[in-house]
């Protein structure tokens, strides 16, 4: 079993930065796929960002391509999300999630697709 928690949530201003760890522990997920999610409040959980299990494939929501970055640092067994210019619709419970792929080239967007998930971290814009 993969056990995931995320950090680094809070309350910052619109054009302000956060940065959100996933620490993993139970198991390596340095080649499962993961990704961040996030559900604002009456609205379904959407894929934000994702990558593939070897590392080399990402991709981005429409609505925050050239703001955020998924990172992993495989020592730490740990996944990042560098969150820049937040806007007031970026507010929501963001939730990590991982699926082993085993190396994959392949990333998945869809919340079906995962297996372990955080607890979730909550985000609030001000505008």
């Known amino acids: 079993q993969v056990q995931l928690v995320e950090t680094g949530g809070g309350l910052v201003q619109a054009g302000g930065s956060l940065r959100l760890s996933c620490a993993a522990s139970g198991r390596t997920v340095s080649t499962y796929a993961m990704g961040w999610f996030r559900q604002a409040p009456g609205k379904e959980r959407e894929c934000v960002t994702a990558l593939s299990g070897n590392g080399n494939s990402t991709y981005y929501a429409d609505s925050v391509k050239g703001r955020f970055t998924i990172s992993r640092d495989s020592a730490k067994n740990s996944m990042y999300l560098q969150m820049n210019t937040l806007k007031p619709e970026d507010t929501a419970i963001y939730y990590c999630?991982?699926?082993?792929?085993?190396?994959?080239?392949?990333?998945?967007?869809?919340?079906?697709?995962?297996?372990?998930w955080g607890q979730g971290t909550q985000v609030t814009v001000s505008s």
């Open positions: 999630a991982a699926e082993p792929t085993y190396y994959s080239g392949h990333y998945y967007t869809d919340f079906g697709q995962y297996r372990y």
